[in-house]
């Protein structure tokens, strides 16, 4: 019997992505729902080849006819990740707007396959508990935290020293700081090694990215921050190294495609045989270069660091701040150097508190993000 799995953003650069992967393991798995945000011509494409039995769009109403039950509003994303017929949820939404049906899915006992991290720095705490209480698991997606889950299979947290994750450094890498505060949306949406979505792709270029990964790989493996290292790795090759205890590393690397992690997620512990990705090559991938994370290049990474050492809720008002700085940023009402400003802003006024209800953690992120307009526009 394959197992049914729900992808949630399936319009996205993740859902589309763990589609392509579904589509080469069809014995083993079947989509059972799909959700959108707002593109329903894909949606419905993607209905007519996949034949879910639940279909949900957020926003467009309930259109469209087909087998299967129909969902529109927020409702529809916890309404597809709890269906019964669903085993494993693929969160590929970006962005907070996942966190509920995140929480839900672990709360019913389902395997929660992440790639939505803003849900885990936005409410950690409550993410991981809803796994705990309800019998889920999360099993990252993201590159870095599958290139750790796969070194440490096995292996148990007391024998884990530190991490260090990979960063790409984005399009700005070797500008100097006056040019990149003015860069363009064109010019921060340049990633040297990934295609990714508009919103992820400006974290690249201001290391936001990493930031929130520090963040998530302190919530997954139960690491605290000053054993969570990054290093910036041009190539993108080494996805993260696992330091033990005995001092010995262990690092997974790869042509870079998010097809391999996301497989690895849906069949977790275990591999399968797959023909759909490059096949790693040494000779190819060539010279592999690190460097540290240059200070003054990426403002923002600092602050993201900051706001995970204070705890509660300061990584939620980090998250809600670049959120709303990056919408703004993509819009073109402030400029790229203005990202990191705002965060600062609002990090700087807001008094972070316990991140253990979602009550206080919806607070926090409301909060947070009307400081944000305003320091942004300021
Ligand atoms: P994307 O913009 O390409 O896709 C986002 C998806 O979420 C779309 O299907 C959209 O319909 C849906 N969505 C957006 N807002 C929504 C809302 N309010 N309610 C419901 N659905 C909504 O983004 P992406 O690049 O696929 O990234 C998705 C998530 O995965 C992000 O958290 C990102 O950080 C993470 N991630 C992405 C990659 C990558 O290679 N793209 C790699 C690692 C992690
Ligand atoms: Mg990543």
């Known amino acids: 019997m394959s197992i049914g799995v729900a992808i949630l953003g399936s319009t996205g650069s993740i859902g589309c992505s763990t589609l392509q992967v579904l589509a080469r393991q069809r ?15 894909l949606l419905e494409r ?14 467009g109403g309930k259109r469209g006819s087909g087998p299967g ?29 996942g966190l509920e049906a995140t929480l839900a899915a672990l709360s019913a006992g389902k395997r929660v396959a ?72 064109a010019e921060a949406l340049r990633h040297p090694t990934w295609k990714m979505g508009r919103k992820i792709t400006v974290d690249s270029a201001t290391l936001v990215n ?31 190294f696992v330091e033990f205890v005995d001092g010995s590393v262990l690092a997974q690397v790869g042509f870079p495609t998010m097809e391999l992690p996301i497989l690895y997620a849906l069949t977790y512990p275990a591999r399968v045989p797959d023909a759909g990705t490059r096949r790693f090559d040494p000779v190819a991938a060539g010279s592999l270069t690190f460097e540290a994370v240059a200070p003054e290049t990426y403002p923002a990474y600092r602050l993201g660091r900051a ?11 980090f998250n809600a701040a670049n959120e709303v700085a990056v919408r703004l940023f993509l819009e073109g009402a402030i400029p790229f150097g203005r990202i990191a400003a705002t965060i600062a802003r609002v990090l700087e006024t807001g008094r972070p508190g316990a991140a253990d209800t979602l009550e206080a ?14 320091a942004a526009c300021s």
């Not at 729902?33 to 329903?40: E, G, I, K, Q, Y």
């Not at 993607?46 to 926003?59: D, H, I, M």
């Not at 884990?160 to 790409?168: D, F, G």
Request: charged share 20%; proline share 4%.
């Open 27 to 41: 014995e083993r798995f079947r989509v059972v729902a799909l959700t959108a945000h707002s593109n329903a011509e």
């Open 46 to 59: 993607q209905a007519a080849e996949w034949k879910p039995a639940y279909l949900g769009l957020v926003n």
């Open 69 to 97: 039950a129909r969902g529109s509003g927020a409702s529809c994303l916890v309404e597809a990740a709890t269906h019964p017929d669903v085993r494993i949820v693929v969160n590929g939404i970006v962005g907070a707007a």
């Open 114 to 185: 992440l790639a939505n991290k803003e849900t885990l720095v936005m409410a950690g705490e409550l993410v991981t508990r809803a796994a705990r209480e309800g019998g889920g698991e999360i099993v990252p997606v993201d590159s870095e935290h599958s290139a750790v889950l796969q070194c440490t299979a096995g292996r148990g947290r007391a024998e884990l020293a530190r991490l260090i994750l990979t960063a790409s450094g984005g399009p700005f890498r070797t500008w100097p700081p006056e040019r990149i505060a003015a860069a363009t949306v």
């Open 210 to 240: 990493k930031a929130l990964e520090v963040i998530e790989a302190h919530f997954l493996f139960g690491l605290e921050y000053d054993a969570v290292d990054v290093v910036v790795h041009p190539q993108s090759v080494v996805h993260a």
């Open 307 to 317: 706001a995970a050492t204070s705890g509660g809720t300061a990584p939620t008002a």
């Open 361 to 374: 953690v919806l607070a926090a992120d409301a909060g947070a993000r009307r400081l944000a307009r305003e």
